[in-house]
């Protein structure tokens, strides 16, 4: 099975689910897992823990407020990077230029990782964020909550290398506009401000993490099968290729 690090995660439900389909998965972040976890690795994923064999990264929560598309507002005004015509209560623009480098320079530390499989969180990015990717960088693959059973609506973004987009596998029919049900599907977006608001707003959704663990954790298991015997698994496949055409 798959050795799997799931980094930027304290919820455990991304490892959980990975776990539970019997791949060696682990977690780290900078806080303890909700559920102190032995599996938790608490340290800085820049430091080191990228190069230790993994066959699949999952970046669930990296910081990305300053790089998606609403964020950059706050970023620059007219053109690139002339001063924002209005900041954050209490924030100077020194402040997010930092956290903007620390969302950059995260993002490019994953997606450089020597890790064969990689799929990392983020929205689609604004034009400041864009000019410090890799030129190769693909558009993410957008997907929604209820195409895997979960009631809610909340885009959400993967940037893929070695993985396939997910496939959905439990589409829910959607609620109709500015009914409760559809207001109950977008409490996400209207959770009012609060402490914990950026904590609950990114956590990740149980069907979707179900279906990420079980197709990328699939992925992984089969590139790490075909590096340690590429022969017989060569073989095996067009065995089965054969099988179906016939």
């Given at each position: ?49 990228l ?22 507002r ?168 054969l099988?179906?055409?016939?």
């Amino acid at each position: 099975m798959a050795k799997a690090l799931v980094a930027c995660e304290t919820s455990g439900i991304m490892r959980r689910a990975l776990a539970a389909l019997g791949h060696d998965a682990w977690s780290c972040d900078l806080a303890p897992a909700e559920d102190r976890s032995n599996r938790h690795i608490i340290c800085d994923v820049r430091d080191g823990i990228l190069h230790e064999g993994w066959d699949l990264l999952a970046v669930m929560h990296p910081p990305c407020t300053r790089l998606c598309r609403s964020g950059r507002r706050w970023m620059s005004g007219p053109g690139k990077w002339t001063h924002p015509k209005k900041l954050p209560k209490g924030r100077s623009w020194a402040e997010l230029k930092a956290e903007f480098e620390l969302g950059v320079d995260i993002f490019t530390a994953c997606w450089h990782a020597p890790i064969p499989c990689r799929a990392i969180e983020n929205p689609t990015m604004n034009d400041l964020a864009r000019d410090r990717m890799p030129a190769d960088l693909p558009a993410p693959d957008i997907v929604q909550p209820f195409l895997f059973g979960d009631p809610a609506y909340k885009a959400t973004g993967w940037y893929l290398d070695g993985l396939s987009p997910l496939r959905e596998t439990n589409r829910l029919p959607e609620p109709e506009r500015l009914s409760a049900e559809w207001k109950r599907w977008n409490r996400v977006h209207r959770m009012p401000p609060s402490q914990e608001r950026a904590r609950l707003r990114s956590r990740s959704f149980q069907g979707m993490m179900n279906a990420a663990a079980r197709q990328w954790g699939d992925e992984a298991d089969r590139r790490r099968a075909l590096a340690n015997h590429p022969v017989c698994l060569t073989a095996k496949i067009t065995r089965e290729t054969l099988e179906k055409q016939s």
